[in-house]
């Protein structure tokens, strides 16, 4: 059985103090998301880190101010987790989705990896636990794409975050009772 923790966009433009679109809720959620990171890789588990990723005039850029321009510190995952999975790269269990939307599979290998698609070279995935932010935009919409694949998802309440409290909690509403995900509090 394939079971693969997410990490949703952990990125000091999100995370950091003085990031672009950084916010105190984020950065409260550091310690249960390393916990889980170290545990998963402990236990063998793969941890898939989704890295939103922008190129400068970008057209998301209309509705939330310039962030993760690719190759700028504000792009890249928060100190914290880097530390915990740098032994682990090269092994296999480490897999960085960069991503332009809300969706992590929109426009990425993620089908495939996931061993989704016909050929696809890996055993197709059992089961997923996912963690990160922003939980009513990039982990909804990760999640609601998961959901339409009959993918299993445990999403770890614990580990997410908004800048939005109320929108934090339906989004959480929504994933349990319209998608019909597990969600722990």
């Known amino acids: 059985m394939r079971h693969i923790l997410f990490v949703i ?9 003085g990031g672009a679109l950084s916010f105190p809720a984020a950065r409260e959620i550091i310690p249960f998301v390393s916990s889980k990171v170290k545990q998963a890789l402990s236990r063998g588990m793969e941890v898939l880190l989704t890295l939103d ?8 850029f209309q509705k939330f101010p310039p962030h993760c321009l690719e190759g700028t510190p504000g792009q890249a995952l928060i100190p914290e987790l880097q530390a915990i ?3 682990y790269e090269g092994t296999g269990q480490i897999k960085f989705c960069k991503k332009n939307r809300y969706s992590a599979f929109y426009n990425t290998d ?4 996931l061993g989704l698609t016909p050929g696809s070279p890996g055993e197709r995935v059992s089961q997923v ?3 990160g932010v922003c939980t009513n935009i990039c982990c ?12 299993p998802v445990r999403i770890l309440a614990q580990g997410m975050a908004s800048f939005d409290p109320g929108a ?5 509403d929504q994933i349990r009772r319209v998608l019909g995900l597990q969600v722990a509090e």
């Open 9 to 17: 966009d952990m990125q000091n433009d999100f995370v950091a103090e």
């Open 53 to 60: 990723t922008h190129i400068p005039g970008d057209a998301e």
């Open 85 to 87: 999975i740098a032994p």
């Open 110 to 113: 993620l089908d495939a990896w």
């Open 129 to 131: 636990e996912m963690v």
């Open 140 to 151: 909804f919409f990760t999640a609601e794409e998961l959901a339409n694949r009959d993918i």
């Open 168 to 172: 934090h909690r339906w989004a959480l």
